[in-house]
């Protein structure tokens, strides 16, 4: 029996129930040992005179019928006597068995003695049968004898039986009336076989050997039992031996030994005289001890019963003593732990407050927190000490703690402010080598560099969400959901691989935009990074009652079922950063923007394979879908306040040109598949944009004549004149054709094509349009196109460099991603190295 893990009550209970209820047990047991004795003792005056004298009648009435029945079998004189006796033997027997019968006789005898007492009914049964025997002569003088002696010594051995008193001394004096008894009943039988040889003339064969043994055994038992009397009854016996009969007797029994021949020596009326009056002498002397050995043992049972009524209530009280005091210790010592389990429980609720408190910034006093306690001077006391300095080194641990987490947030949120300035700086001078730039080579290696500086700024974004605080991008005006989806891929390496359908039209609040653009980022990269290169990953968006939900789905090998458990359970509670678990990076950053706005992140595995991150947004934060930035003038020709034109620019046949979704589309597909060869025409917007993230389609790349595919647009030249316009919108103002981009028509009939989104440039079937202008034959039938003017060239470039410095303005409101995606998983290096091409950095 492992007691360790008892509670301190039932132990303490324990050490006061062993010995209390070993001193109980002890108490009853000496209790019921003693007062058996003394319930036997106070029972003796029912057995003597339930059993004791109707025995004794019996027996005497017995030994009676058993000399005439000799006398019957030694001379058939006539039956009168014997008749006279059976039936007042029977008398006898019938009131024997009355008396035994009863509930009295039966509860005070003992059980030895109720054995003794069915013996000797049973005995008894053996009667008529003896007698019908005796009546046909088919029984000697031997065998009557023998038959009565039998239950007459059945009797005695139940007087033994009565006379086992609990008291010593009592127990031998009875024994000792007993054993005298027993020497009278073998007078009895020496008196029977006399009766016979003196009807008879002689002793029958083997007679007088058997009435030599019986008065040998007589002699003996009386000079034994005599022994264990008192002094006082050994006297009476002795007064009794002295008597004349008594001393005649024996000098007969003396003859009758000494005797040769078979005729008795005596006469028969010597013997009777004798015989009867020593029989009489010594059934009184027999009653006379009964009586009072019963009278006796009522004292002594009687004193026990005192002494055991004293000692059974010395025990009670100590009992009871020793209870209470165990009761009153125990209860004590439980009070006393008791109230150290309460501190316990209440430091359990008690530092994490502290904590709480010291991270909010409050000052916390340990001494008051945790004021000192008497708790004695014992070894309780001394280990409520002990606990008392345990909580006070606990919390003040746990303030150096929260000092040292608060300063690693702090130089956390210092390397991430410092990165931050180094990529805009970084980007700035991109943004002039681009504008200086003229080669589109050298143009499209810029715009990779440029992709690679935005994901730098994404992990130095994921520092500041880290450290607590809140990135410095914002929107003042609702963003339409689709171009969340297209900012958010603007941020994922491997853009190309996910497709985008079935987003339902809705808007999202400004202040919110931001935050979830980094969120979606976090989850689409770590579904391409943690799926096969060869497999897509879809994003789906659906408005609902309650808000707007976005699934994300890949094609990977998925998670298990604890871990997947493990992630939802982070994305619930949105805890504390813990850096030693730095493969979940991105999952609590996931998980404190989710937190800050009360979006819902819940991953599942889908359908086929893989996994589904749902990410909801609750309706507070979701708005009709936004207008678009611009409209068409009446006059189809100018733009709110731009008056930015269309033209067709001639392109080389390198890579294909980029195209402007419209504002009402909201299924597009992102594929990086090369186009057809050749030149062709594309629409862009040169003025005006809508206040967020731009959209655009950009055609399927064709091979130029280096045998290069077109992953990367290379931007056009030309143009510059209304680049320079577009520089001087900013992303809060709003373009009036309705659109989100727009081209004019210059001089020579020709496109020019400006970057106009942030994301990745995507394309599919539905979403392309047709060029406008009749310069796309010119194109397709000119391999070496006309060199443009000096001033045309500069209006392309303008245009270009226009374009790039709006994205970057929008791209300055979105989030990086940390260094392993969502934090669901390490992130696999890509092998897709390179960025959406002519997308515009949204700073």
């Not at 000697?140 to 038959?147: G, N």
């Not at 009476?236 to 009758?256: G, H, M, N």
């Amino acid at each position: 029996m492992n007691t360790r893990d008892w509670p301190i009550r039932s132990k303490l209970t324990a050490l006061v129930v062993a010995p209390v209820t070993a001193l109980l047990a002890l108490w009853i047991f000496a209790t019921a040992l003693t007062f058996g004795p003394a319930q036997g003792l106070l029972s003796a005056h029912t057995l003597l005179n339930d059993f004791g004298k109707p025995g004794e009648a019996v027996v005497a009435e017995l030994q009676r019928e058993r000399r005439l029945s000799v006398v019957y079998l030694a001379a058939e004189p006539a039956q009168a006597d014997l008749v006279v006796q059976r039936r007042r033997t029977d008398e006898a027997i019938a009131e024997l068995r009355r008396r035994i019968s009863g509930d009295d006789l039966r509860d005070a005898a003992s059980d030895l003695l109720d054995a003794r007492l069915d013996r000797l009914d049973a005995a008894l049964e053996a009667l008529p049968d003896g007698r019908g025997q005796i009546d046909r002569r088919e029984a000697d003088r031997t065998d009557a004898v023998d038959l009565y002696s039998a239950m007459i010594s059945s009797a005695f051995h139940a007087f033994a039986g009565m006379a086992a008193l609990p008291d010593p001394e009592l127990n031998r004096q009875a024994l000792a009336v007993t054993a005298i008894g027993r020497s009278r009943e073998l007078l009895g039988q020496t008196d029977a076989v006399l009766a016979g040889a003196f009807v008879s003339g002689s002793f029958a064969e083997g007679e007088h050997r058997q009435l030599v043994r019986t008065i040998v055994n007589q002699r003996f038992l009386a000079e034994t039992a005599v022994t264990d009397l008192p002094a006082t009854e050994r006297a009476a016996y002795q007064r009794l031996t002295e008597q004349v009969e008594f001393r005649r007797l024996v000098q007969i029994q003396d003859l009758l030994i000494a005797t040769v021949g078979d005729r008795p020596p005596i006469a028969a009326d010597d013997w009777r005289a004798d015989y009867n009056a020593v029989q009489q002498a010594m059934r009184d002397y027999e009653l006379d001890q009964a009586d009072g050995l019963a009278d006796r043992s009522k004292p002594t049972a009687v004193r026990i019963l005192v002494l055991l009524a004293s000692a059974g209530l010395l025990g009670l009280i100590a009992v009871v003593v020793s209870v209470l005091v165990a009761v009153r210790v125990g209860r004590t010592l439980a009070g006393r732990l008791a109230r150290l389990r309460t501190v316990l429980e209440r430091s359990e609720q008690q530092l994490p407050e502290l904590v709480a408190r010291m991270r909010r910034g409050e000052t916390v006093d340990v001494e008051q927190e945790v004021p000192a306690v008497d708790y004695g001077a014992d070894e309780i006391g001394q280990v409520g000490r002990a606990f008392t300095a345990v909580r006070r080194t606990a919390i003040r641990a746990a303030e150096g703690e929260v000092n040292l987490r608060r300063g690693l947030n702090e130089v956390f949120l210092n390397i991430a402010r410092r990165s931050q300035g180094l990529v805009y700086r970084q980007l700035a001078m991109l943004d002039r080598m681009e504008r200086r730039t003229e080669d589109p080579d050298e143009l499209a290696e810029l715009f990779q560099v440029d992709h690679l500086a935005t994901r730098l700024r994404r992990h130095a974004e994921d520092l500041v969400i880290l450290a607590g605080a809140a990135p410095s991008r914002g929107w003042r005006n609702p963003v339409a959901m689709v171009d969340l989806i297209r900012g958010a891929l603007s941020e994922v390496e491997a853009y190309r691989r996910v497709d985008i359908g079935g987003v339902q039209s809705a808007g999202l609040a400004g202040r919110t935009v931001g935050d979830l653009i980094h969120l979606l980022a976090e989850l689409i990269e770590n579904a391409t990074g943690f799926s096969p290169p060869d497999t897509r990953v879809h994003v789906t968006g659906v408005r609902k009652d309650d808000g707007y939900t976005f699934e994300i789905t890949d094609r990977g090998l998925g998670m298990s079922t604890e871990a997947l458990a493990d992630a939802n359970s982070l994305l619930d509670s949105s805890p504390e950063f813990d850096p030693a678990r730095t493969d979940r990076l991105g999952l609590f950053v996931v998980a404190r923007l989710a937190a800050r706005h009360r979006v819902r992140v819940r991953l599942r595995r889908s359908e086929a394979a893989g996994l589904t991150a749902v990410v909801h947004i609750p309706d507070e934060v979701v708005t009709e879908e936004p207008p678009p930035s611009g409209t068409d003038a009446p006059d189809g020709g100018q733009r709110g306040g731009s008056g930015a034109a269309r033209r067709e620019v001639p392109r080389r046949p390198a890579t294909g040109p980029e195209q402007l979704v419209p504002a009402g589309t909201t299924s597009v597909t992102t594929v990086g598949e090369p186009a057809t060869t050749g030149a062709e025409a594309v629409q862009v917007e040169v003025a005006g944009e809508i206040d967020g993230l731009p959209r655009r389609v950009r055609r399927r790349p064709s091979t130029d004549s280096r045998g290069r595919a077109g992953g990367a647009s290379v931007p056009p030249v030309g143009a510059a004149g209304a680049s320079r316009q577009q520089r001087a919108t900013g992303p809060d103002e709003a373009s009036a054709d309705g659109r989100s981009g727009s081209t004019s028509s210059s001089p020579d009939g020709l496109i020019a094509a400006v970057p106009g989104a942030t994301g990745p440039a995507v394309d599919g079937p539905t979403m392309r349009q047709p060029a406008l202008g009749g310069g796309g034959d010119r194109r397709a039938s000119s391999a070496d196109p006309t060199p443009r003017s000096p001033e045309e060239a500069r209006r392309v470039m303008a245009a270009l460099q226009a374009g790039t410095a709006r994205g970057r303005r929008v791209a300055a409101t979105q989030v990086p991603k940390s260094e392993y995606g969502p934090g669901l998983r390490p992130k696999e290096p890509s092998d897709d190295p390179e960025p959406p091409t002519g997308t515009e950095r949204d700073t």
